[in-house]
């Protein structure tokens, strides 16, 4: 594992003044469109981020990198590394895996009953 504060970021989030849900649901916004392999930086005041960053990538599968140097005395700076296959997360809540659909069965076809033929004779 690289040492996280010797990773140049491909993009910095600005969580500051946000709480554990509203910062994971900015944090997904903005790295949906990213590469596997990107590198983020999240920047944050909220004092449950250390317990709350790592927990959420393990959840999804990002690669927590930990704390790296923050260039401002009033908040914390985390580094991750993205996923190819992130387990989705339900919008809106970022704390529950999105459930897979499960698949419809196909629907069965009954040969039709034959009509009984009465005898003739």
């Known amino acids: 594992m690289t040492a996280p504060n010797s990773v140049t970021p491909d993009l910095t989030v600005d969580g500051t003044g946000l709480l554990c ?10 790295i949906a469109d990213l590469p596997s392999g990107a590198v983020v930086h999240i920047h944050t005041t909220d ?10 990538c393990h959840l999804t ?11 401002a005395p009033d908040r914390e700076v985390y ?18 895996p999105d ?9 069965t076809t009954t ?11």
Request: aromatic share 4%; charged share 15%; no cysteine.
């Open 61 to 71: 599968g990002h690669e927590y990198l930990g704390p790296v140097p923050s260039p």
């Open 99 to 107: 459930p897979i659909p499960t698949p419809t069965p196909a629907p």
């Open 21 to 30: 849900v509203q910062l994971l649901l900015r944090l997904r916004a903005q």
């Open 47 to 56: 004092p449950a981020a250390p317990l709350d960053l790592p927990a959420w």
């Open 79 to 96: 580094a991750l590394r993205l996923t190819s296959a992130p387990v989705r997360t339900r919008p809106g809540r970022p704390w529950h």
């Open 111 to 121: 040969p039709p009953t034959p009509t009984p033929v009465e005898d003739a004779n």
